[in-house]
């Protein structure tokens, strides 16, 4: 089975914000840059499509023409707990810096660590490969994308923010 994975529109939040889970809105190039995401979509046949239920990828889904996309929580961004929606550098939590230290393993404070979403998403993936599908969209988030990529073993984990897609980037993986 062949999963698109496509990730959101840019945001409209200042740089350097913690947004995870935070239903944030989009920028005002997203007619444009959805545009771009559903030409690169259109002679696709899909079998089923999936998205992320914040509203910054079911945005996306619905432009690309896929209204009745199935919303699955496992494929939110990371949560971020009580970080969320503050500058990175103005968060004062002693946790930080142990979250930064391993953050594959540490939670964020009332969050979730990676280690977390990737769990969420690999319950996802196993779900969908005893599916009878061919090609599935799935409409998601950064975290997401590379946690796939991750898994599919098609990126280092030493270097895997490297390897982040940009907003309205696509990836192919293979189940």
């Known amino acids: 089975m062949n999963v698109t994975m496509i990730r959101h529109t840019a945001v409209d939040v200042p740089a350097g914000t913690c947004y995870g889970?935070?239903?944030?809105?989009?920028?005002?190039?997203?007619?444009?840059?959805?545009?771009?995401?559903?030409?690169?979509?259109?002679?696709?046949?899909?079998?089923?499509?999936?998205?992320?239920?914040?509203?910054?990828?079911?945005?996306?889904?619905?432009?690309?023409?896929?209204?009745?996309?199935?919303?699955?929580?496992?494929?939110?961004?990371?949560?971020?707990?009580?970080?969320?929606?503050?500058?990175?550098?103005?968060?004062?939590?002693?946790?930080?810096?142990?979250?930064?230290?391993?953050?594959?393993?540490?939670?964020?404070?009332?969050?979730?660590?990676?280690?977390?979403?990737?769990?969420?998403?690999?319950?996802?993936l196993d779900e969908l490969s005893h599916q009878p599908f061919q090609n599935v969209a799935v409409f998601a988030h950064g975290g997401i994308l590379l946690q796939s990529m991750l898994l599919k073993e098609m990126i280092p984990a030493a270097t895997a923010f490297d390897h982040l897609p940009p907003y309205g980037g696509i990836i192919e993986i293979e189940l």
């Open 21 to 124: 889970q935070t239903d944030v809105p989009l920028k005002d190039s997203f007619p444009q840059e959805a545009a771009r995401v559903k030409s690169r979509l259109e002679n696709i046949p899909f079998d089923r499509v999936y998205t992320s239920p914040l509203s910054r990828c079911t945005r996306l889904a619905d432009y690309c023409g896929y209204t009745h996309a199935i919303r699955d929580r496992r494929l939110m961004e990371m949560d971020f707990g009580e970080w969320e929606m503050q500058r990175w550098e103005e968060i004062s939590d002693p946790g930080l810096q142990r979250w930064f230290d391993d953050y594959f393993n540490v939670r964020a404070t009332g969050g979730e660590s990676f280690a977390d979403q990737r769990d969420r998403l690999s319950s996802f």
